[in-house]
């Protein structure tokens, strides 16, 4: 984590933020109940077994927890000088609590008809939620969806009941506790959402079955893996391990996952392949784009935009990660310093998408915080660019516009 120094003179943008303003009038008394500072796992923890004992129920608890760390985050961005990895951190930490107190409530659940899922020696059986893209690379957004992908360990059956009923296939178990983790994180209440869940990534889309076996994860990527698939997996992580992480078993996974993404000699088949990714890439943002004025761009899909810093990256990473093992990062800001070092990109380079992506993401947030909504294009309303660009700490909107450009 950086040290937060808070700029001169300090100005509360965070209070022209709407959706701010709406959380400090609805949850004002709970907001004290989240320590000062970088919201930890550790402390989000406990901020929810505080609000199950205001009488809160769990799925209320997790929904009530998301607006009082926002508000935080929000503040200290805008605010306190927090930097991009501590912004991006702390959300990313709010969706791996989130997606734990809903592991452990659905299996609680199931538990209590099912019995707990076993391999075929009789063990437990593990599961990891693997967090794709942001989650994975824990770059998460402030208005973010996450797209997870539950893979368990093998094929078995479910202990049963007491009675020596309820025994069900893995399987269908599992099936049935993604249904229920999504429920619990997605579904709108009085008291909003957690995150939208994004399961299309997973192995035949969302044909698939909602979870899938190791050794089919495994065969999948062996016959049918697609290369804009080894993009995706590429900054796939073990987000959640349940019941417990198990290093041993989860090596077994990144043993399957490695060689599908990086290939141990240069696969000169893949440039065509991702050069059509790009294309279409290019061409759903031109789409995008068409009937808007320039002011009205998107700064993660446009030309120029934070996908295609990180298509830079992953292309370069997934095509030389097999020769040179320290490209095997995840988030982009660690990538583009790491194919410097391995002379694959020029240090003037690397310096301008650093730059770049650091400001786009942070104007991203920007447009994110002021509604709450999953949005990338930037505001029609003057007032709201002007404060934007005020809250990154330029002097009106004709300077925010000539650096968002120049980038």
């Known amino acids: 984590m950086t040290s937060l120094t808070p700029p001169a003179p300090l100005s509360d943008y965070a209070s022209e933020s709407r959706f701010v303003q709406r959380t400090r009038r609805r949850y004002a008394a709970l907001l004290p109940l989240l320590p000062p500072g970088l919201p930890s796992k550790a402390a989000m923890q406990t901020l929810l077994t505080d609000l199950q004992a205001q009488g809160y129920d769990a799925p209320s608890a997790l929904r009530v927890m998301r607006h009082i760390v926002q508000e935080r985050l929000i503040s200290l961005d805008c605010q306190a000088g927090a930097s991009l990895e501590d912004c991006t951190a702390g959300f990313t930490h709010l969706a791996e609590v989130a997606l734990e ?82 429920t619990h994180i997605a579904d709108n209440t009085e008291h909003g959402q957690v995150f939208r869940v994004d399961l299309a990534l997973r192995p035949n889309g969302n044909s698939g079955p909602a979870a899938i076996s190791l050794a089919a994860l495994e065969a999948y990527f062996l016959l049918q893996g697609r290369e804009w698939e080894r993009l995706a997996w590429l900054k796939s992580r073990a987000a959640v391990c349940w019941p417990a992480r198990d290093k041993a078993r989860t090596q077994a996974l990144t043993d399957v996952v490695i060689p599908f993404v990086f290939r141990k000699h240069l696969d000169y088949g893949v440039f065509e392949a991702l050069r059509q990714l790009h294309a279409q890439i290019r061409s759903q943002a031109a789409l995008r784009a068409a009937g808007k004025s320039a002011q009205e761009c998107d700064v993660k899909l446009g030309t120029g935009g934070i996908r295609e810093i990180e298509f830079i990256c992953q292309l370069l990473q997934v095509v030389r990660g097999g020769q040179f093992a320290e490209l095997r990062v995840r988030a982009t800001l660690q990538a583009l310093p790491a194919l410097q070092q391995a002379g694959l990109m020029p240090a003037h380079t690397c310096a301008q998408l650093q730059a770049a992506y650091t ?42 516009f000539a650096q968002l450009q120049a980038h």
């Open 101 to 182: 107190q809903a592991c452990a409530h659905a299996s609680e659940q199931l538990g209590t008809q099912y019995g707990q899922p076993q391999d075929l020696q009789g063990q437990s059986c593990m599961l990891w939620i693997m967090g794709m893209g942001k989650l994975g690379a824990r770059e998460l957004n402030a208005s973010s969806d996450i797209d997870i992908i539950f893979v368990y360990g093998s094929e078995g059956q479910t202990t049963g009941r007491t009675d020596g009923r309820g025994q069900i296939s893995n399987q269908e178990y599992f099936n049935k506790l993604v249904r229920q983790v999504s």
């Open 359 to 400: 400001f786009l993401r942070q104007v991203e947030h920007r447009i994110q915080y002021l509604d709450d909504v999953q949005t990338h294009t930037l505001p029609k309303a003057s007032a709201d660019i002007d404060w934007i660009a005020r809250s990154l700490g330029l002097a009106d909107a004709p300077s925010f």
